[in-house]
């Protein structure tokens, strides 16, 4: 198996799925090329592509505390991010951002707008969060979560993703 990377848990090395030259079924070849690590095929020339991997997050506010979600999974198990996850190919970012809330709290929530788009070197993620709005529900506990609750951007507990930290202070900072 390849490494993870340590903020998102996607790897960064070949796979068993890119162990193979899609064009002529070569044994590909990790190499660097223009610096940046690829497999390419030795026998047709084919390079391999690595996509960037698309997250979404959003932001809720109650009464100036913002909602996160205790992690039941891997990467930062046990510790603390906002809501939010991958987004799927073919899927609209906002949609994605709303349901991701849903599975996770059980609350049903619209995008009211865009925070940011968030990304750092060497990440294989790159990270859009929304500011959204509440439309019904109590926070509660579901997929993936041990525990949800809102927290004063002063006192934060434990996070999964130090940026987190940063995106919120500066959506309350406007
Ligand atoms: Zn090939």
Known sequence: MGQLHGCCGIFLEMTTEDRYCPQCAGRLR???????????????GRIVYYDPKLATAMILERGGAVLLVR?????GLGLWSLPGGYVDRGEVVEEAAVREVWEETGLRTRVARLVGVFSEKGSPVVLVVYAGEILEGEPQAREEVMEVDFFDVGEMP???????RDIVAGRLGD
């Open 158 to 164: 434990p996070l999964a993703f130090e940026r987190d």
């Open 30 to 44: 990790d190499s660097s090329v223009e610096g940046v690590r690829r497999p390419v095929c030795p026998d047709c």
């Open 71 to 75: 992690r039941a999974t891997e990467p």
